[in-house]
């Protein structure tokens, strides 16, 4: 731990988090955002006038730096100067930015199969499995204990998902299976899929480089990412016929909307789709129209 000291204004801003009971990622997030800030300023962020924020903005659009991360650090200073400093004429520049919606990249199921199988032993196939099989994101997937296995109920208890919404998960037949293997070998006191350290859970990057690996060895061309199993799960089920207010629960999705975007790349529902060109009376040399 750096021993050295936090600045009054970093410790009110840690402790304006804490009572609003932000998790520790939303913290480290913020403070991140407020440090980048900071250094593009070049003096103490409490000094900053308006126009400085719209200039950091600028600079941020310029540099090329993605939707998702502009939308954090106008968040975090948005937080910072109206809760913290008490200075919320100061964020009247700031601006969220428009993310483009992209269709998602889907595994077809041999691929999925070819994946599950090239991973680095049973630990990570049983992980990869609950990835795929549950529809779990990938920070669901490390935090899962040995106790959130229910195979009376055939459940998955998840426990803080997004939102720090508790909910049930799918427990497939053979996803137990394959989480039973893994336990005889292993014998997990706490966590399920335990990190370097017993103590600890497998991290989300320790996760995310055996996703990209097992895509390797498994010689997969698409762009694969822990989520890409998550969005082929939901996929398809889409394409079983599966009801998609019920695949929404599965995911934990709060709108309807997020899940229905899979709608656009079930390629089984898409091409049961009757054309309205297919169903036209074809034109007979006998009721053409004249030239």
Do not use: C
């Not at 350290?197 to 997969?220: G, K, M």
């Not at 061309?221 to 629960?249: C, G, M, N």
Request: aromatic share 6%; glycine share 4%.
């Amino acid at each position: 731990m750096s021993d050295k000291p936090i600045s009054p204004l970093r410790r009110r801003m840690i402790e304006d988090m804490t009572v609003r009971n932000f998790v520790e990622k939303t913290r480290n997030d913020y403070l991140r955002h407020v440090r980048t800030f900071t250094a593009f300023l070049g003096r103490a962020p409490d000094t900053a006038a308006p126009e400085d924020l719209r200039l950091f903005q600028l600079h941020q659009t310029q540099a090329g730096v993605r939707a998702p991360s502009i939308n954090g650090s106008v968040a975090a200073l948005r937080f910072f100067f109206t809760v913290t400093l008490d200075r919320p004429e100061m964020t009247r520049h700031l601006t969220f930015v428009r993310e483009p919606r992209k269709i998602p990249v889907v595994l077809s199921l041999e691929e999925i199969a070819r994946l599950l199988e090239a991973a680095p032993g049973p630990k990570y196939k049983a992980a990869l499995s609950a990835a795929y099989g549950a529809g779990l994101r990938v920070s669901e997937v490390v935090a899962l204990k040995v106790s959130d296995i229910d195979s009376e109920r055939m459940l998955l208890r998840i426990e803080q998902g997004k939102g720090r919404k508790d909910r049930f998960a799918m427990l497939s037949p053979r996803l137990l299976e394959l989480l039973r293997d893994w336990y005889r070998i292993a014998r997990p006191a706490v966590w399920l899929f335990p990190g370097r350290d017993p103590l600890l859970p497998l991290t989300t990057r320790q996760f995310n480089r055996t996703v990209h690996a097992a895509a390797d060895r498994a010689a997969i061309k698409k762009r694969v990412t822990p989520h890409t199993l998550r969005h082929s799960f939901a996929t398809h089920l889409l394409e079983e016929k599966t009801d998609v207010r019920l695949i929404q629960v599965l995911l934990g999705h709060a709108r309807i909307d997020t899940t229905a975007l899979y709608a656009q790349v079930a390629t089984n529902v898409i091409r049961a789709v009757m054309s309205p060109l297919d169903r036209l009376t074809p034109l007979t040399s006998e009721n053409k129209p004249p030239a």
